[in-house]
């Protein structure tokens, strides 16, 4: 990487998922002068002593490469998982990045999400990454959702779920007639994944590792699907409980339109489509390639009043 930038005031944006933690950093007039990738993290894994560790270091990978490409003044994060309590991730970012405490703002990673497809009031996002939530930001800031609970609650249509259907559709096979996943091609492409189809390594991938990381077995589902009906069958329940998140916010709400984002909406076309047929006629639906790390870079580098 050549000279870092140190001639402007740059914004870091920050949006830390399950599957990898994305960072960009941006001027005042709103141009994106490096970005890049680091592991998945998650706010929950600060409950263990492991997952502080595991988050510690990653900040400490993020912050060496920023800094190789340009001093931020001001950090806008959002996290997966965030509840609102990140004075020790905050504290942690400041030290390393050498910025000012109070100039570190962190939020839930899908709120930054949402301001990168709307201006608040103007519709809902319906976000598919490894789990899964609707969003709405009214006129007045507030923030409204449906879903997001979590991957041992719900989080239906997400990558981690999707993985989770398969494996559960899987094995239910392999109990009432053993063999069965040979003539599988979806079996075949999640037994390639785990490392065999031995019980073990199902066990062992799904218990022991973090969720983002079993999130990526739906890549597995979605590269199966034009041969495997019951691969195709789950990527458009998929869709179907995205729609179902929509509807939710249109209920309470009134009707607005809707974009669909995240890694899980971009793995098959079926997604979108079964969303689409499972939401009424003349309801305007687009389908867009999230980048809030973007979104959070520009609002950390805007002036401030």
Known sequence: MGKPDTDRTLGLGIDAGGTETRWALSDPAGEIVAESTVAGLSALMMAKPAGREQVHATFSQLAQEVLEAGKPLRICAGLTGFGGDGNVLMDWLSTLLGVHLDAVTLCNDIEVAYLDAFEPGQGYLVYAGTGSIAAFIDEQGE???????????????????????????????????????????????????????????????????????????????????????????????????????????????????????????????????????????????????????????????????
Do not use: C
């Open 143 to 305: 923030f409204h959702r449906a879903g997001g609970r979590g991957v041992m609650l719900d989080d239906a249509g997400g990558g981690f779920w999707i993985a989770r259907e398969a494996m559960r559709r899987i094995w239910r096979g392999e109990d009432e007639q053993p063999g069965t996943w040979q003539d599988s091609p979806m079996a075949h492409a999640v037994f390639d994944h785990v490392g065999g189809s031995d019980w073990s390594f199902s066990r062992n991938f799904m218990y022991t590792q973090e969720r983002g990381e079993i999130g990526k077995l739906a890549l597995a589902v979605a590269m199966s699907a034009g041969a495997d009906p019951a691969a195709r069958h789950i990527l458009l329940q998929a869709g179907r409980e995205l729609a179902r998140l929509a509807l939710a916010l249109v209920t309470r709400f009134g009707e607005r339109p809707i974009v669909l984002s995240g890694r899980a909406a971009e793995l098959h076309p079926l997604i979108f489509e079964a969303m689409r047929a499972d939401l009424p006629p003349g309801f305007h639906l687009q389908k867009r390639t999230a980048r809030p790390h973007h979104a959070a870079a520009r609002m950390a580098a805007r002036p401030r009043n």
